[in-house]
Protein backbone atom coordinates (compact mmCIF):
# COMPACT_ATOMS: atom_id res chain seq x y z
CA UNK A 1 0.00 0.00 0.00
CA UNK A 2 1.33 3.36 -0.85
CA UNK A 3 -0.55 6.90 -0.61
CA UNK A 4 -0.04 9.97 -2.13
CA UNK A 5 -0.95 13.60 -0.83
CA UNK A 6 -0.80 16.46 -3.20
CA UNK A 7 -0.62 20.08 -1.75
CA UNK A 8 -0.25 23.71 -2.53
CA UNK A 9 -3.03 24.25 -5.38
CA UNK A 10 -4.45 27.47 -5.32
CA UNK A 11 -5.95 30.35 -7.34
CA UNK A 12 -3.26 32.59 -8.56
CA UNK A 13 -3.10 35.74 -10.95
CA UNK A 14 -1.48 35.00 -14.55
CA UNK A 15 2.64 35.38 -14.31
CA UNK A 16 2.77 34.31 -10.58
CA UNK A 17 3.87 31.40 -9.01
CA UNK A 18 3.04 28.20 -6.79
CA UNK A 19 4.82 25.40 -5.12
CA UNK A 20 3.37 22.16 -5.13
CA UNK A 21 3.97 19.60 -2.95
CA UNK A 22 3.69 15.65 -2.85
CA UNK A 23 4.06 13.16 0.27
CA UNK A 24 4.36 9.54 -0.46
CA UNK A 25 3.80 7.29 2.30
CA UNK A 26 3.15 3.47 2.94
CA UNK A 27 4.88 0.13 1.77
CA UNK A 28 7.62 2.21 -0.12
CA UNK A 29 10.01 -0.94 -1.22
CA UNK A 30 12.21 1.19 -4.24
CA UNK A 31 11.19 4.62 -5.72
CA UNK A 32 12.15 4.78 -9.42
CA UNK A 33 10.68 7.93 -9.96
CA UNK A 34 8.05 10.77 -9.19
CA UNK A 35 6.30 12.61 -11.53
CA UNK A 36 4.14 15.26 -11.83
CA UNK A 37 0.94 15.37 -14.60
CA UNK A 38 -2.31 17.87 -15.10
CA UNK A 39 -5.68 17.75 -16.56
CA UNK A 40 -7.64 20.01 -17.14
CA UNK A 41 -11.29 19.80 -17.33
CA UNK A 42 -12.35 17.55 -20.36
CA UNK A 43 -8.83 16.75 -21.74
CA UNK A 44 -6.87 14.07 -21.34
CA UNK A 45 -4.12 13.96 -18.71
CA UNK A 46 -0.73 15.30 -19.70
CA UNK A 47 2.78 14.90 -18.49
CA UNK A 48 4.25 17.80 -16.84
CA UNK A 49 7.86 16.75 -15.60
CA UNK A 50 9.59 13.32 -13.84
CA UNK A 51 12.47 13.12 -11.58
CA UNK A 52 14.71 9.69 -11.77
CA UNK A 53 16.26 8.04 -8.67
CA UNK A 54 19.31 9.16 -10.04
CA UNK A 55 18.73 13.08 -9.54
CA UNK A 56 17.78 13.94 -13.38
CA UNK A 57 14.79 15.77 -14.51
CA UNK A 58 13.00 16.02 -17.84
CA UNK A 59 9.96 18.60 -18.49
CA UNK A 60 6.93 18.84 -21.11
CA UNK A 61 7.90 21.78 -23.53
CA UNK A 62 5.22 23.77 -22.63
CA UNK A 63 6.21 24.21 -19.35
CA UNK A 64 10.21 24.69 -20.22
CA UNK A 65 11.66 26.86 -18.18
CA UNK A 66 9.17 28.04 -15.72
CA UNK A 67 8.38 24.89 -13.81
CA UNK A 68 11.59 23.20 -11.39
CA UNK A 69 11.14 19.68 -10.16
CA UNK A 70 12.42 18.46 -6.90
CA UNK A 71 12.74 16.26 -3.77
CA UNK A 72 13.71 15.57 -0.22
CA UNK A 73 14.16 12.07 -0.13
CA UNK A 74 14.47 12.63 3.51
CA UNK A 75 10.67 13.25 3.42
CA UNK A 76 9.69 11.11 0.20
CA UNK A 77 8.40 14.53 -1.49
CA UNK A 78 8.50 15.82 -4.35
CA UNK A 79 8.20 19.37 -5.65
CA UNK A 80 6.99 21.67 -8.43
CA UNK A 81 8.18 25.07 -8.56
CA UNK A 82 5.20 26.58 -11.16
CA UNK A 83 6.91 30.36 -12.12
CA UNK A 84 5.19 32.66 -14.82
CA UNK A 85 1.92 30.91 -14.40
CA UNK A 86 -0.42 31.07 -17.77
CA UNK A 87 -4.13 30.38 -17.69
CA UNK A 88 -3.32 27.49 -19.96
CA UNK A 89 -1.64 25.70 -16.90
CA UNK A 90 -5.27 25.53 -15.15
CA UNK A 91 -5.80 22.14 -14.39
CA UNK A 92 -6.17 19.40 -11.34
CA UNK A 93 -2.44 18.80 -10.53
CA UNK A 94 -1.59 14.86 -10.16
CA UNK A 95 1.21 13.05 -8.57
CA UNK A 96 3.14 10.01 -9.93
CA UNK A 97 5.21 7.44 -8.18
CA UNK A 98 6.70 4.66 -10.18
CA UNK A 99 8.52 2.59 -7.55
CA UNK A 100 9.44 -1.53 -7.42
CA UNK A 101 5.51 -2.05 -5.78
CA UNK A 102 3.94 -0.54 -9.34
CA UNK A 103 2.16 2.58 -9.96
CA UNK A 104 0.64 4.47 -7.83
CA UNK A 105 -0.95 8.32 -8.11
CA UNK A 106 -2.47 10.87 -6.02
CA UNK A 107 -6.00 12.57 -5.78
CA UNK A 108 -5.00 15.68 -7.06
CA UNK A 109 -4.82 19.33 -5.91
CA UNK A 110 -6.24 22.30 -8.28
CA UNK A 111 -4.21 24.58 -9.79
CA UNK A 112 -6.66 27.70 -11.20
CA UNK A 113 -4.72 30.66 -12.69
CA UNK A 114 -6.90 33.32 -13.71
CA UNK A 115 -7.30 37.46 -13.00
Known amino acids: QVQLVESGGGLVEPGGSLRLSCAAS????????MAWYRQAPGKEREYVAVIISGGPTNYADSVKGRFTISRDNAKNTVYLQMNSLKPEDTAIYYC?????????WGQGTQVTVSS
Open 96 to 104: NLSGRGGVY
Open 26 to 33: GSISSIMA
